[in-house]
């Protein structure tokens, strides 16, 4: 079994930045591709960011590219989202996952391992 714990959530107004974290423990982290998703009020669960085991591959949502940067550091079994420009529309929780995918282009909802209990955005306008 694998734990994962994010931090770094809170309230920020748009434009600002925040930087989540997530904390794996249990399991060789190293192993596992990483991902950030979060979900919206009344909004269904959506993908924000994937990083692969050694941090060469990465992908983004749309949405997202250019304002967040996925990043791990295996030694310390954490992965990152540093997320700049917020926008009204990035409050959502944020949530931290762990996938065995081959390589991240399979990565989905269907294929995720473990996930974290999520960290709470808050963008005001």
């Known amino acids: 079994q694998v734990q994962l714990v994010e931090s770094g959530g809170g309230l920020v107004q748009a434009g600002g930045s925040l930087r989540l974290s997530c904390a794996a423990s249990?399991?060789?982290?190293?192993?596992?591709?990483m991902a950030w998703f979060r979900q919206a009020p009344g909004k269904e669960r959506e993908f924000v960011a994937a990083?692969?085991?050694?941090?060469?591959?990465?992908h983004y949502v749309d949405s997202v590219k250019g304002r967040f940067t996925i990043s791990r550091d295996n030694a310390k079994n954490t992965v990152y989202l540093q997320m700049n420009s917020l926008k009204p529309e990035d409050t959502a929780v944020y949530y931290c996952?762990?996938?065995?995918?081959?390589?991240?282009?399979?990565?989905?909802?269907?294929?995720?391992?473990?996930w974290g209990q999520g960290t709470q955005v808050t963008v005001s306008s």
């Open positions: 996952a762990a996938s065995t995918v081959s390589a991240i282009i399979f990565l989905t909802q269907a294929r995720i391992n473990y």
């Open positions: 990083i692969s085991w050694s941090g060469g591959n990465i």
């Open positions: 249990g399991r060789t982290f190293s192993r596992y591709a």
